[in-house]
């Protein structure tokens, strides 16, 4: 039970929202491209598909987070009690259950078509040079939205179609939600990571930091209502879309930078933000 306690504070399985984030993209993209298909069977398999994929990359990506940041994450009052910065488990440990995840991570990536196998083992090199970006640029957060939503254009060509402009638009509207949401996640480690020498959109905006992700928020909602402008009517897709845009304007009235819960609060709401764009695209 030890043992089993240790992998999931590791992996973050006891905090869904991590791997939710990864995955709820990957829904938006394949049932998009469902709506061009209709092809229900291969559209709910792979969705599982994308759901376990998300599950394991994810539960990696935290590991290798934790092995690369473990000197930091001891300076920091929300991290310190991590097992890699505690000393609760070796690197090399460590290391052995993101070599395992990412084993079945591949054997469920290689379900797909050869384009979107490429594409998968692509997103390996984003998702493990994501941790470095932080020490190096004022923007790791834009490089999360650039991993964290791959599955878009994954979840696209794993349905036989061809990377297009439409699904591009639909990428770059997810990044700059990425973008909003980790930046209100991040401003609850401003004040250590400005003494560790960590860098974040948070720290560079911090004195604009709602003007920033309200921008972040906007062009996502100008994007969206682009790509999607021949399905806006009176119908159940303009609801769940309008409720979406809702969700964005509610968290951004209420976080508050100096105040850690409601970043928190606000961000852990994004999944069901997700949810709800997914309910949307699905309604068309």
Not at 12 to 38: E, V
Request: with cysteine; charged share 15%.
């Amino acid at each position: 039970m030890k043992h089993l306690k240790i992998f999931i504070d590791l992996t973050r399985l006891n905090k869904p929202i991590g791997f939710m984030l990864l995955f709820w993209p990957c829904s938006w993209g394949l049932t998009y491209a469902q709506s061009f298909n209709q092809n229900s069977s291969m559209y709910f398999y792979y969705l599982i598909l994308f759901f376990f994929g998300s599950l394991l990359m994810r539960s990696a990506g935290c590991i290798f987070n934790d092995i690369v940041d473990k000197d930091f994450d001891k300076k920091v009052k929300r991290t310190k009690k991590r097992p890699l910065a505690a000393n609760i488990i070796s690197v090399k440990h460590a290391l052995f259950y993101v070599t395992f995840l990412c084993f079945f991570a591949f054997l469920i990536l290689i379900q797909f078509n050869t384009l979107t196998i490429f594409l998968g083992l692509g997103s390996m090199f984003l998702a493990f040079s994501y941790p470095f970006m932080k020490r190096i640029t004022y923007w790791p957060q834009l490089f999360l939205g650039i991993t964290f939503n791959w599955g878009i254009i994954m979840s696209w060509t794993s349905m036989g179609y061809d990377i297009s402009y439409d699904i591009l638009t639909l990428y770059a509207a997810a990044i700059f939600w990425t973008l909003g949401y980790d930046t209100i996640y991040g401003a609850q480690d401003m004040s250590d990571d400005e003494i560790i020498g960590l860098k974040s959109t948070s720290i560079k905006f911090k004195k604009n930091i709602k003007f920033f992700v309200g921008s972040c928020y906007f062009l996502n909602a100008l994007m969206l209502s682009f790509l999607f402008l021949e399905f806006i009517g009176i119908n159940f897709f303009t609801l769940f879309l309008l409720v979406f845009f809702l969700s964005l304007f509610y968290q951004l009235k209420t976080f508050k930078k100096e105040k850690q819960k409601s970043c928190l609060m606000a961000f852990k709401i994004n999944n069901l933000s997700g949810l709800i764009l997914f309910l949307s695209i699905y309604s068309i």
